[in-house]
């Protein structure tokens, strides 16, 4: 996953950021609530934000409130990692839609990998592991390569489209479902199922957003 860490205190985040790249995750971190909405519309590609509650400027349930009133984040899972658990702010936290608790001080690595991990599966990732695409379509390395190309010249295209004509035309939506259950888009491949008006349209978009930061991995 690509995880934003919202965290004030640098060897708290310095912590987080080592226990998750350990872990095979990208780290991006952010100082306080505002810088992490500001990290959100620049990467689209994040996949979960890892949030203490006690920061400046605004704090994690300011910022998750944010994330929720946002139709391109609606579904965005936050993390809190705090020493803040207080009745009230756990029962806000929930009632807004949080994927819980992780205490601080965090003394056992693996318990965050572990309720981390736990997220990742609850949600696809961007896209499939290109071995994986390879085996299951009975693909050269070759192949895969190509339809990489082809799929983010596809993406490009259909970002331009909607934002231009404000919908996605039939032909556009076939085909980047045909790349995308090539190469495993399981997101994209829901977003398309959804349709592409009103809030469905704002995340269609930024999934396709994201996956202008996942593909150039894939079609170097």
């Known amino acids: ?54 920061m400046p400027e605004m704090d994690g349930i300011s910022l998750l409130k944010a994330v929720r009133e946002r139709p391109d984040l609606q579904d965005l899972p936050v993390l809190f990692v705090s020493a803040t658990a207080d009745a009230d702010t756990v029962r806000e936290a929930a009632h807004l839609g949080s994927q819980g608790y992780l205490l601080k001080p965090i003394t056992e690595p693996s318990k965050v990998l572990e309720r981390v991990n736990a997220i990742a599966r609850q949600y696809p990732a961007l896209l499939a592991d290109p071995d994986a695409c390879r085996a299951r379509a009975g ?31 039939a032909e556009s939506a076939a085909a980047l479902r045909e790349y995308a259950t090539t190469l495993g888009a399981r997101r994209l491949l829901r977003r398309l199922d959804a349709g592409a008006a009103g809030g469905e349209r704002a995340l269609l978009v930024r999934e396709l957003r994201a996956l202008t930061f996942a593909l150039p991995v894939l079609t170097d």
């Open 1 to 54: 996953m690509t995880i934003l860490i919202v965290e004030d205190e640098p060897s708290g985040a310095i912590l987080l950021r080592r226990i998750l790249e350990h872990g095979g995750h990208t780290v991006i971190i952010a100082t306080d609530g505002t810088h992490a909405l500001e990290v959100l519309d620049e990467r689209p590609d994040v996949e979960l934000v890892m949030a203490d509650i006690q």
């Open 139 to 169: 693909l050269t390395g070759e192949e895969v390569h190509a339809r990489c190309v082809a799929f983010s010249e596809r993406v490009h295209g259909a970002i331009e489209e909607i934002e231009e004509k404000g919908a996605l035309r």
